[in-house]
């Protein structure tokens, strides 16, 4: 048996504090930073804590990635969709992430934007730790 569910990660740009949306609404306000562990709401399910603790990484990922190279987003907003299987003994696995992020940018162009968003899955460090998981990627620039 699978189940899925969706977070929303929006801001996070400086302060790594940002405003998680999921379904239940059970996660509020969040801070993520690659030093500390995530924080999360209670009653939260299991796949919205992990789209939730996702789409964070993977959006101050993107932001390291921009500032490395120079450049200074406006506005990172990313969705992480995650879909786990519920196995009979074992706990459940994650099978699948998806991660969709719109970028609101100025003085990047689409090639450059391509490789940053790449370069952030692969150095997220949650991409790293779900290897077992097919993590794909829609990018857009704005």
């Not at 996070?12 to 500390?36: I, R």
């Not at 100025?106 to 899955?121: I, T």
């Amino acid at each position: 048996m699978n189940r899925s569910a969706s977070a929303v990660w929006q801001g996070g740009l400086k302060d790594g504090k940002g405003t998680v949306s999921t379904e239940s609404g059970a996660v509020k306000e969040l801070q993520y930073s690659f030093s500390s562990r995530f924080e999360s709401g209670v009653g939260t399910n299991p796949e919205e804590l992990l789209g939730a603790a996702h789409a964070g990484c993977y959006s101050m990922a993107l932001s390291a990635q921009f500032t490395n190279a120079g450049f200074k987003p406006e506005s990172i907003a990313t969705t992480a969709v995650v879909t786990l299987e519920l196995l009979p003994e074992g706990g459940p696995t994650i099978t699948r992430i998806h991660l969709t992020t719109r970028v609101k940018a100025s003085g990047v162009d689409q090639a450059k934007f391509d490789e940053l968003a790449n370069n952030a899955k692969v150095g997220c460090p949650l991409s790293k730790v779900l290897k077992a998981a097919e993590i794909t990627l829609d990018a857009t620039l704005e």
